[in-house]
């Protein structure tokens, strides 16, 4: 704002002093002009940072909560958060979508960072919604996509028999540390076989809690890969009881878990309980300390990041 103001007094000063100089016309209607156009350049200057800045503060927005534009669901025909990214809607938020099996579009939350183009699946980040659901509800997903949320096991299925995706599981403790775990080829069957749980090759710094790989004596009964879906309502694990209804949430027990994002939430990380019952992610910190945030999200190995997404601002004062 300075440079044009600046300038604009300026030239009343000059107007000013040609006026009361009117024999000096010549020399101060070139000087004004001279001042007009410097003034023009400036305004131009001024309007083009401001523009700049426009665009920087849409791209620092997370696209949280209080985000209005996240609220606007964007209507498009992409089957995946992927598409959309590749479509050059890059911004995190609220799209639909509509996988190639699905009956209808789907509301999801597309997570652009990380290399963008990721389907969110489930979210817990404060307790705020229970876990401890019905088949049905896990079936048809409940929750606030801007807040905690499962997608639903009928879109997880959709979704993950369209191509070939990788789940990415991001997931933080209450001393603020972070891990992931990453899991490729990452597969839900559908209601009839019971939301069965198939998975391929792990890579990540939280653990194969999943356990993909066989060499662990835990996987006999720890291992989801393989594993029907279970709600307190509807038991298809491999325990005598029932490991929804001990856990509090449905998930793809075995007997029971080594993993369990779906379960209660401990607003303190460490817990006691009758049962491993929390939200739980045992090869990084144990049957005993419930997490305190998790995501699980989607994107089709062949995801292209795109190495020309970086947009580089620079914004230089006027000259
Ligand atoms: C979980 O939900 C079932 C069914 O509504 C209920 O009977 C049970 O008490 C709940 N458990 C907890 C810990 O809230
Ligand atoms: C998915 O990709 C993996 C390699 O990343 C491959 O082994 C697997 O066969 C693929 N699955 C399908 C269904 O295409
Ligand atoms: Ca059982």
New binding site residues.
């Given amino acids: 704002m300075r440079g044009p103001t600046v300038a604009s007094l300026t030239g009343l000063i000059v107007l000013a002093a040609c006026t009361h100089f009117l024999k000096a016309s010549d020399s101060c209607s070139g000087e004004l002009a001279r001042l007009q156009e410097q003034e023009l350049l400036l305004k131009r200057q001024l309007q083009k940072q401001e523009l700049l800045l426009r665009r920087l503060q849409l791209m620092n927005q997370p696209g949280d909560v209080n985000d209005a534009r996240s609220d606007q669901v964007r209507d498009t025909q992409h089957a995946d958060c992927s598409q959309v990214y590749s479509s050059g809607l890059k911004s995190s938020g609220l799209y639909r979508i509509k996988p190639s099996g699905s009956p209808s579009a789907v509301k999801v939350y597309c997570d652009m960072s990380e290399g963008g183009g990721w389907t969110v699946l489930q979210r817990r980040i404060n307790g705020a919604e229970t876990f401890n659901r019905s088949w049905t509800e896990y079936k048809d997903g409940f929750g606030e996509l801007n807040a905690e949320f499962w997608l639903g096991n009928d879109n997880l299925h959709f979704l993950t028999t369209q191509g ?1 995706y990788t789940v990415k599981i991001n997931l933080e403790d209450f001393d603020g540390h972070q891990r992931y775990a990453e899991y ?2 990452f597969q839900v069957a559908n209601e009839k076989d019971h939301y069965r749980l198939t998975f ?1 090759a792990y890579v990540g710094t939280a653990g194969d809690a999943l356990i993909g790989s066989y060499q662990v004596p835990e996987s006999k009964w720890a291992s989801h890969q393989g594993m029907k879906f279970s709600t307190y309502d509807q038991d298809n694990d491999n325990y005598r009881g029932n490991c929804a209804q001990e856990d509090k949430g449905g998930w793809w027990f075995n007997k029971c878990h080594s993993a369990n994002l779906n379960g209660m939430y401990y607003p303190n990380g460490h817990y006691s309980a009758s049962t491993d019952d929390g939200v739980i992610w045992y090869p990084w910190r144990g049957w005993w300390y419930s997490l305190k945030t998790s995501t699980m999200k989607l994107r089709p ?1 062949e995801h292209n990041t795109g190495l020309t997404d970086q947009v580089t601002v620079s914004p230089r004062a006027p000259s």
């Fill in positions: 070939n490729k080829n391929g190995v």
